[in-house]
Structures are given as C-alpha cells and as structure tokens.
C-alpha cells in the first residue's frame, strides 16, 4: 500500500471518526437536556445511574436495544423502516461538509499530504449544506405518512409546511453573510475572519484591535434571523409543533420506540449540531481562537497537534449553542400554529429582504468611491 | 464527478449503521406477542371510529406552491452575492446594486400581494 492507499484510508477513517463523533455526541446532550431541564425547573433529573447520572444513557441504550421489534400493522412497512434511516443520513452528510478545525499535514512515505479537518471539502459547501439539511424534512414526511397513525400524519404535515416556510428565512439570512465574504467554501470565510476586526469606510481601511473580526460584527440582524430559522428547522421548542406533546403525542415518531426512535432523536440532535457549527462558522470565526491562535501555532508546532487543539475550540463554541438551543427550549412555551406561519412568512422575511438590501448598499457605500449613483 | 465519491462513501456508511440499527433490535428483542389493543393505532385509548386514510382538508399545499417560487427567487440572489465584490472592485457596483434591487422590490411586491390575497391566513 502506497502513499495514496495510505491517504485513502486516512479519509476514510477520518469520514468514520466524524460521524463517530456526531453519535457519541447524542447521549452526552441528551443527558445535558435532561440534567439542564431539571435544573431549569428546580427538579433533580436523573442522578442514580453513576457519577452526577452520566451512565443513565448508556443504560437506556442497552435497554433499546433489547426492546421488541414491533410494527403497527396499518403502516406502510418499507416507508415505516426507511424514515429512522433516512432521519439520520441528512445530519451526518451535512456535518460531514463542515470544516472542524484547521486543515493538517502529515508525511506518508516521504511525501507531504495535506488533510482537512471535515470528512469532504466542497468548493459549494454552504450552499450542499443547505440542501443536504433540508432533506431532513423526507424523514418526517415518510415517518408520518408510513406510520399510519392520524397524530403522525399531523406532525408531519406541520413538519413539512414550517420546514419550508422557515427555510426562506433561512436562506436569505445567508445572503448577508455571502455579501459580506463572497465565497460559499467555509475555509475561505474561516479564514477572513481571523484577526482583529477591520474594514473599509468611505476607501479607507479602518481597523478595531479589541474585536476579533467575526461575521457578527458585520451580521448582526443576519445573526438573529439565522438563529430563529434554526430553531425552526431543527424542530426544537418553540417551533417544535411536528411532535408537540400535549396535542399529538409525539408527533411523527407516535409508533416509534427502541432503537427506532433512538435514530430520530440521533437526526434530531444532529440537526442541531449542523446548525450549532453553523453559526460559530458564519458568525463566530469558526475555530478561530480571538488574539491566540498564532500564539498556540508557533509554541506547538506540529500542525497535527494544533489541528486538534483547534477542533478543541470550535466544539466549545458548537457545545455553547447547543446549550443554548437546551435553554431555550426549556424556558419558552410552545407557539400556536398560526403564530408561527405569521413569524416566518410576514416577519422574518421581510426583516431577511431588507438586511440582504441594507447590506449590500453599506457594503457598496463603504468599499467604492462612487457611492450609489 | 471526484468530489461526489465521498459523499456517496459517507452516504453508504451511515445508510449501513442505520439499517444495522434498526435490524439488531429485532434479533435481541423478545419475541413478538399479539394484544388488540397493542395493533390499534395509537390514539386516545378509545377504540378508533375513523380510518386514517380519511382525508382531511391540507391547506399547506398552498405554502409548498409558494415556497418553490420564493425559494428559486432566493436562490437567484446567491451567485449575485457571491460576484458583489467583484463588481465593486471593477466599479461596478451601483450599476450590480440597483439591478438587484429591482428584483427585490418585484420579491417585495409579490409577497405584499400574496399577504394582502389571504394565501398566508392560517384559520
């Protein structure tokens, strides 16, 4: 085996390692959820089951796995086994696209390769992201609809109209962030936001060293819509209505149960770690550690080693929003159907429209002499 | 067509785990026992009166309509986002500025009347 065999099954590894590590990730937030929320609602939370109720997890998966296999006969059997696989494919390709740290070099057999820290690296890797993560909407739709239950087709059937409505938010909050750094390759923008923040004004280079140079900065009402449409296309409270409890039961996963479940609760935090990484990519540096990282890359050296440190750094900023994403699902209530159509379509939008128009005539305003006309 | 192998590879992989998921409980789990109760659909506990194959009214077909024309319109404004600065940087950049936001306004415009034509009342 050669020195390209050798890269080959190093991407491999590395393409299986990320996904891993997406997995492994779920029972640690799930047990965060539910710690987090017991703490939120003054309650213990489960506590028994080793040190502080870490282990609780690992006892329900095996207790998942030793659950029987059971499908409703009403349902549609190929729809109703496809929906946990099909849940769980869209998270893991789209978190997959994302760079998690700074790309390394290792020497395989005297030759000098170059690896990056994702499992593949697209020149269109937000624009793949998005359309990969929208896919998640087929689970849902399949779950419903091959369920045959009356509460799945419910769920689903809110799950799809408020997918779509949210994913024009979505999409137009980005067109801001595009604006900005003109490149849909997330190295690129990584990398344009590292240092301290400067830009030009009326020609002239203008440069703030107490603020590192993070899309936020330039983004801020980008931020929050993107952050809001998020919610929305995670499925989390307050827009969780595909499975909201108190009128569905559970939504599109009513029939589901064992490890079946266990496969959508895997999409659905998933899901959320794409838009957590997201969002510390778009508006927060990505690993981009603020006044140290050429400081951390000249005292280690190796680029392997800093890769590492840096990935070390973007998960603390993915961890942060995914506990902000635990908080606020346990701190605001539900909203009514009919709100939330009225919140994506007639407020978000609209307030997505005019930061993309505001943005692109300060970004002509400050970068060119002729101003508009 | 290189770059489409590794998805495909990491497409194949989580496609694998998750059939093998979905296939192990049914190796480990007990055997099956049949109830009534258990093969109804799961409801309110009372026996089901509909079939759930009754229709019911969907007005989200009409949200799925207009998303596909909004969303086409969004994604004609990413490529011109992408180029913006190089338009700018070739003094360009009222001239790439105001085409742009004639399309917006027809964008704005056709929201307003899609609001103002009750395709958005959700009762």
Same mark, same amino acid.
């Given at each position: 085996?050669?020195?390209?065999?050798?890269?080959?099954?190093?991407?491999?590894?590395?393409?299986?390692?990320?996904?891993?590590?997406?997995?492994?990730?779920?029972?640690?937030?799930?047990?965060?959820?539910?710690?987090?929320?017991?703490?939120?609602?003054?309650?213990?939370?489960?506590?028994?089951?080793?040190?502080?109720?870490? /282990?609780?997890?690992?006892?329900?998966?095996?207790?998942?796995?030793?659950?029987?296999?059971?499908?409703?006969?009403?349902?549609?059997?190929?729809?109703?086994?496809?929906?946990?696989?099909?849940?769980?494919?869209?998270?893991?390709?789209?978190?997959?696209?994302?760079?998690?740290?700074?790309?390394?070099?290792?020497?395989?057999?005297?030759?000098?390769?170059?690896?990056?820290?994702?499992?593949?690296?697209?020149?269109?890797?937000?624009?793949?992201?998005?359309?990969?993560?929208?896919?998640?909407?087929?689970?849902?739709?399949?779950?419903?609809?091959?369920?045959?239950?009356?509460?799945?087709?419910?769920?689903?059937?809110?799950?799809?109209?408020?997918?779509?409505?949210?994913?024009?938010?979505?999409?137009?909050?980005?067109?801001?962030?595009?604006?900005?750094?003109?490149?849909?390759?997330?190295?690129?923008?990584?990398?344009?936001?590292?240092?301290?923040?400067?830009?030009?004004?009326?020609?002239?280079?203008?440069?703030?060293?107490?603020?590192?140079?993070?899309?936020?900065?330039?983004?801020?009402?980008?931020?929050?819509?993107?952050?809001?449409?998020?919610?929305?296309? /995670?499925?989390?409270?307050?827009?969780?209505?595909?499975?909201?409890?108190?009128?569905?039961?559970?939504?599109?996963?009513?029939?589901?149960?064992?490890?079946?479940?266990?496969?959508?609760?895997?999409?659905?935090?998933?899901?959320?770690?794409?838009?957590?990484?997201?969002?510390?990519?778009?508006?927060?540096?990505?690993?981009?550690?603020?006044?140290?990282?050429?400081?951390?890359?000249?005292?280690?050296?190796?680029?392997?080693?800093?890769?590492?440190?840096?990935?070390?750094?973007?998960?603390?900023?993915?961890?942060?929003?995914?506990?902000?994403?635990?908080?606020?699902?346990?701190?605001?209530?539900?909203?009514?159907?009919?709100?939330?159509?009225?919140?994506?379509?007639?407020?978000?939008?609209?307030?997505?429209?005019?930061?993309?128009?505001? /943005?692109?005539?300060?970004?002509?305003?400050?970068?060119?002499?002729?101003?508009?006309? | 067509?290189?770059?489409?192998?590794?998805?495909?590879?990491?497409?194949?992989?989580?496609?694998?785990?998750?059939?093998?998921?979905?296939?192990?409980?049914?190796?480990?789990?007990?055997?099956?026992?049949?109830?009534?109760?258990?093969?109804?659909?799961?409801?309110?506990?009372?026996?089901?009166?509909?079939?759930?194959?009754?229709?019911?009214?969907?007005?989200?077909?009409? /949200?799925?309509?207009?998303?596909?024309?909004?969303?086409?319109?969004?994604?004609?404004?990413?490529?011109?986002?992408?180029?913006?600065?190089?338009?700018?940087?070739?003094?360009?950049?009222?001239?790439?500025?105001?085409?742009?936001?004639?399309?917006?306004?027809?964008?704005?415009?056709?929201?307003?009347?899609?609001?103002?034509?009750?395709?958005?009342?959700?009762?």
């Amino acid at each position: 085996m050669g020195a390209s065999g050798l890269e080959i099954l190093i991407n491999v590894i590395k393409m299986v390692a990320i996904f891993l590590l997406m997995v492994q990730l779920v029972p640690i937030l799930v047990w965060v959820e539910r710690r987090g929320s017991a703490f939120i609602q003054n309650r213990y939370g489960p506590n028994r089951v080793g040190p502080l109720g870490l /282990t609780q997890l690992l006892a329900d998966a095996v207790k998942f796995l030793f659950k029987e296999e059971f499908r409703p006969p009403k349902s549609i059997a190929f729809l109703y086994y496809a929906a946990p696989v099909v849940a769980i494919i869209p998270g893991a390709l789209a978190f997959g696209a994302i760079p998690l740290s700074a790309p390394f070099t290792l020497e395989l057999g005297g030759e000098i390769v170059h690896f990056n820290f994702q499992s593949f690296q697209l020149g269109i890797g937000i624009v793949f992201v998005l359309g990969i993560s929208s896919l998640g909407a087929y689970a849902l739709l399949f779950a419903g609809w091959g369920s045959g239950n009356k509460y799945s087709l419910m769920g689903a059937l809110r799950a799809s109209a408020q997918m779509i409505s949210y994913e024009l938010a979505l999409g137009l909050s980005i067109v801001g962030i595009l604006l900005i750094y003109g490149t849909f390759s997330f190295h690129e923008m990584i990398t344009a936001q590292q240092g301290p923040l400067r830009f030009m004004l009326m020609g002239q280079p203008v440069v703030v060293d107490f603020l590192p140079n993070w899309g936020i900065f330039y983004q801020p009402l980008g931020f929050i819509l993107f952050f809001a449409a998020t919610f929305a296309e /995670t499925n989390r409270a307050p827009f969780d209505l595909p499975e909201a409890e108190a009128e569905l039961v559970a939504g599109y996963h009513t029939e589901y149960g064992g490890l079946k479940m266990l496969m959508f609760y895997i999409g659905e935090y998933g899901h959320m770690m794409v838009a957590s990484a997201l969002l510390v990519t778009f508006f927060f540096g990505g690993w981009d550690l603020p006044f140290g990282s050429e400081g951390i890359r000249e005292a280690i050296g190796s680029s392997f080693l800093y890769s590492l440190v840096m990935h070390l750094v973007f998960m603390g900023k993915v961890l942060f929003f995914l506990w902000v994403f635990i908080w606020v699902r346990w701190t605001l209530p539900r909203f009514r159907y009919d709100q939330l159509m009225d919140l994506g379509w007639k407020t978000m939008l609209p307030w997505a429209l005019f930061n993309t128009v505001a /943005t692109a005539a300060i970004v002509v305003l400050f970068n060119s002499q002729g101003g508009l006309s | 067509m290189e770059a489409i192998v590794p998805i495909l590879v990491l497409t194949l992989i989580v496609a694998t785990f998750g059939s093998l998921l979905v296939y192990v409980s049914s190796i480990l789990g007990p055997k099956k026992h049949y109830t009534k109760a258990k093969y109804m659909a799961y409801e309110c506990g009372l026996p089901g009166e509909e079939s759930e194959k009754s229709t019911v009214s969907v007005r989200y077909y009409l /949200t799925a309509i207009l998303f596909i024309v909004f969303d086409i319109e969004i994604l004609f404004m990413f490529p011109w986002a992408l180029t913006y600065k190089e338009f700018i940087a070739s003094g360009h950049g009222a001239y790439i500025f105001w085409v742009m936001f004639v399309f917006i306004a027809l964008f704005l415009f056709g929201l307003i009347w899609e609001v103002k034509s009750k395709a958005l009342e959700w009762d």
